[in-house]
């Protein structure tokens, strides 16, 4: 990810320094295990860890440059890190890695930080939840108009339209917890998974240790359709930030200007063009919503390794473990940003939402030609032919409003009173149930309408 | 799906036929619910549910025709049915659909169908999880060389091997019942999900009905977050198929000749060349598995609707409902059948794993140097040069093995006594932790090797 | 494909018979031109051809059934196909398919088919460049706001955004006539594509008969690649689809109304609410993008097989290509009837251009102020300024035009002659450079503007 | 993409500076243009010029630094880099980037590098293609069993193959050299596309100045199908890449050791395994091809840009652009250096070859028995059983060859002579055709087999 979208702390648990460091901590776990089960001698799994620890504190640039030296010549990662180690901790050395194959080390190391990645990406979606319920709890009664195809509908309750949204996102939160536990797991199993020269306990010690679960059964890898659900869960994530951001992006454009993203002083929204004011923060999260979804082809594709491992996975892991995560932390922490600081605007909501001569609510109408007996088919044809007549005349001469075209209309008059007509042109009878669907999602309803 | 990959009873499920029935079920327990709750007569509830009942039990293929007939004028499917419903029912269908919006019928009904085909794909990975626990039990002691990179690395057991495909479809299997959770939700809300016109009661009622949970918010539609989950679920069952199908096309190749698909009397395997037997199957599997894969794409793409939804995921929904299961269900049958028949071939598996003279014990070797005292750089020097020397001449004349190298090397000679290094080469070393993977896999270690 | 999005025509390319039709063809023709070469009677090739002629000219539903009942048994369609026509032709069957492998038939079969397809396709373009074109020219002079971010920029002709569509389109034919190149090729060449039971020429004259190009190295198969690239350019296209019909969507949307697609008389758009009007046809077209598009990822996974062939392409095959083709025709030729009979309101567009008090024309002012020698930094400022009081007060008490600000603040006051700004707020400066853009994409400019 | 899979030079291509070093050249041949064509006076032009190239010239991290500072303010990154020329420039910066949009320059610049990294990506096709050329011709007459669905099917040569791929790789580079010039294109027309406040001569200079077509109509941006093409053509490489890279895998593995990648002194294989050496620049290629595959999902997606544009492409681009042309560089690279130094080990072909007791034959056999007058129907049922019977007893006690089964098979012995039968077992019928297949592929067939 392009250090434009890349966010520093989250850029941190991708780095060589976290990895290196994280290595070590299950060698040395490993080494610890052993200890306690037999195979090393407790004396040289003090020594391990402690020169460890000394070596990983003082870790700087020349160790880096150190470990890639030597993978220069072994051109194996995992050798290069432990000659390195084996430098700093001396004979005692031979006791660290002992029984465990690379792979023990890189899929634990990789469990632990999809773990750390997690972990920030659940405060993010968290940061999304809290702005999303202010606002709907802000707009609870603020009427705007429901469209659907884009066209207009009936009324809604724009906190109903972001109610909407926190539900999407508390399902995404509940996929990514499940996610996590997906590649929450730990191998230290040896070259096929065996355990033909590891005792299982020590898999299961350095897992308790680092807050995993054992591996079911490894190969000489951890399963790579835990990552690839793990992708899943980030790409349903990725698309319900577009889903958000496209809603924005309608919002603010010209012809509507319900909402607004924050402008800030100083910005310009184009070269040639000062009177521009453009959603590019949502703009920018559909793309971004892009570029994490499409990692799900290669997680996917992954799955199908040969045998006991083949390593076609890791040039991709190498690149969408970073990017997915970095990418979707950007993501969500712009979004929370961006509904915390929108502008909306209830007064355009109602004058879009009475544009169309109240022909929005034909549904009421209809429904009401009905309980006063005429059929279906009829009462559909009359409000379909009123609604079409007012729709065409817009704005212009000698048009008239949906409630007065219905007024005019022989079938309709004298069977349905006017008052009856009032109460279906009230928008408010869609905020009705907001109570109901408020409990569902918040748990609460939130105080009542203001007088 | 093509004819060829569909088995009847997953097509049923997507027939027009059985939409119908849904959609007149949904309609009908509506309707009871709205009587029970005020707003249509018992009387009228009951009507529609007795003629309705009796037009579904005599549906042919004329009801098909009068609904297409209507359809090509309304240019909308669901009025199109409710019209012919009405043919059917009289006065009493103004009391159907009433209050409630297309959606409402669709969405719930294409919940149903999900649930329908999820339990027959439910019923599908059983009957794969059976063939691989039966084989897996079956061939637990039997030793076959394990591969990395597709080069022989350590010995282990091919029921290990299931057993590690069995541990995924049992994730797999858990992943579906989730999804299917995802997608057992019922929306009755109107327009725009405001419940303007129906109360919220009536969507409770028919959900309970159908087995199905209230939606927590729904726009027009159910949010299209939850199908992108569920075919990210199909998507990854998928790749574990081909992972299972890749494993059978490498071990049936010519050289390795470990496992054969089962090959009927009568078949032939090539037109040209009468000694062919392919793995046809397993082949067969490999591209159903990118078919269903790829439909995560669409579905993704599908959740970002605009505002309270556009009709542009029907057409993609039309289409990889059906096609993903049905496909899904004949992949999974398919390995199923494939599983339970595979020929196995033990001798075959020996002959492999001792092909090479030894030097898959080089791991081994290694440890056994190191607890010799040689330090890990230099043990791993002495054994490298001597695989490679007994790689490099297998099968030559002068060729030795690589026991038979390590013992001429001056380097090992005297330093590791050959009880040590005949315990090096003893591939059952590899079959001792089999007892654990069992256990935490199927939850039992099953018998003990035989005599 | 389901039947909804299916026209016979294509589909009628995609089945049984037509494939049997080409698989004979090809057969018979090898026979032919083995006879040519030495290694068949001519006498046998003249009842081969005769015989099957006949055969294929009575093909009936008796004879699907029978190759069927034979392919239960040999689990090969060509050996059934083979089988069934040696039962029509006799002794001299055994000519038939000499030296030949089944994928020379299955193959060369299939780049038939697909020529087929993509000439149907072509003729679909066609109409969408035709229906295109009309419309452009119609609409040359059709001021309407040019937008993006959705937010109104600078004023443009509808003609021109018509012919940036009809541009795209042009390069899509083009694409797909490479692509017809890439798949119309013809491999007679034996089991792993040596040519040793059959000699070269007999590919040749197949080729030259069949339209195609023979294969310059064909292993068993034609190779993938070409398949590859085939469904990018149909992806390609569908992304092209897409993109006109979410403009249309745009369009119609209930704030714009700027176009609508055509309603037919006794159309409805919801069950619901008889008001509306929904642009259905661009929606489906959106979600038929996304199928066709999703093919690529199969289709490029198809090219990697193994060593001289695996048949794990084929069962993507027989969904991707008939799905592919019909569901592309179908969306081609309901884009171009919806683009035909397109609804325009050039009414609507100009009170659209018109609505934010003139600040579209920002970038001319902007242009103004620099001329009359203010720096490029300071105008911006003056500019933006104005813009932004004109866009905040739109529609409200005290609101002023943007020429109005202009005019009131006093950095521009005396600086700017008033026929400066009033040039400056002319759209039709935006129409001069139309009949060079017209004539670089139609080759010709078109009438002028009428009087 | 991670540094490690990235090459400086292709690196170099997407850095800010070669960003900025392209902006400021269209920023300047703009001008030059405008001078030409009365807009902008000649001498500003000569300013803007070379006070510009200075600036370039002397470009320094400082530079980068101020830049982004007025970025972090304007929020725009063009505006900030035009605020920064004017720092550099001076007065007669007014008369940069005048009447063209942002746009105008990112585009055309993007335009600029991905010709230059195409450029690039085809001097690395030709380094596959000379490896792949050398070693087809090296390997002529190299013979090997050529394999469908991984079992042995016909002799064939190594060569052979190798011409398929290179065959496919010429492929590769026509469809490269096409989707160049489908990138190829410049747009300098103002903000929506109409030249309102530009002379289209001005981007026919620019065009022609930087190499680059100019755009037939563009909107506010250069269409993305152009792009989505690209990506396309990307992905088809990436996929052969993927094929070759597949069957080096094959070919490398234990039972097959058929080829093998060069290892290098020093390095390691497995950090527990000391005998291995794995295929892992193959493997490595294999998920290099998913990463670059993976980007034509978002450059399609990125194709149906609302309106004259949205900016949801950027963030897509400013990843993939560098990630899929850095990455398959990288994998060419390391591709061309793969087959020019693969290990080919002759005898074990004819190791593998053989190892199936003659079966292989099959093909020709059948033939042969139709020759001799029995029906092929006949011929199949008893060359099969023959086969199968050598098969099965593979080594086995009592097993014989597939010609030692014939001879012995009643339905066989008499009616075909030994000397069709020594024939039909002699793989050189396999290399006849040789010199066609080399002709069409390289133009040449190349030296005759030595003696």
Known sequence: MVPRYTRPAMAAIWAPENRYRIWFEIEALACEAMAQYGAVPAEAAKVVREKGDAAMAAFSQADLDRIDEIEAETRHDVIAFLTWLAEK????????????????????????QLVQATDMLLADLDAVLDALKRR???????????????????????????????????????????????????????????????????????????????????????????????????????????????????????????????????????????????????????????????????????????????????????????????????ALARLAGMMDKLVIYPDRMIANLESLGGVVHSGEVLLALARAGILREDAYRIVQRNAMATWTMLGKPGGRSFRENLEADPEVAGRVPASVLDAAMNSDSHLGALDHSYTRVFGEAGPGRAG
């Open 136 to 330: 709907a709890f802000e707009h609870k009664y603020t009427l705007t108009i429901g469209r659907s195809h884009a066209i207009h509908a009936e009324p809604t309750s724009f906190g109903l339209k972001l109610a909407g949204h926190y539900a999407e996102f508390a399902r995404n939160r509940e996929r990514l917890v499940r996610a996590r536990a997906e590649i929450a797991t730990c191998a230290i199993s040896g070259a096929v998974g065996t355990y033909a020269h590891v005792d299982p306990r020590v898999e299961e010690f350095v897992a308790a240790r680092l807050g995993l679960e054992p591996e079911g059964v490894s190969t000489q890898v951890i399963p790579r359709d835990r990552h690839a659900a793990y992708f899943c869960a980030l790409a349903v994530i990725a698309s319900g930030i577009e889903r958000l951001a496209v809603e924005v992006r309608h919002l603010q454009r010209s012809e509507v200007r319900e909402a607004e993203e924050f402008f800030h002083p100083g910005q310009k929204g184009s070269s040639a063009m000062p009177h521009k004011r453009n959603p590019v923060l949502s703009e920018n999260l559909t793309g971004l919503a892009r570029l994490v979804r499409a990692h799900v082809i290669p997680a996917l594709e992954n799955v199908a390794l040969w045998h006991e491992r083949d390593i076609s996975h890791s040039s991709v892991e190498r690149n969408i473990c970073p990017d997915g995560t970095i990418g979707l932390d950007f």
């Open 89 to 112: 901790i001396g004979p005692e050395s031979r006791f660290v890695h002992l029984g465990m194959t690379s792979s023990d080390v890189l899929d634990t190391c990789l469990s632990v």
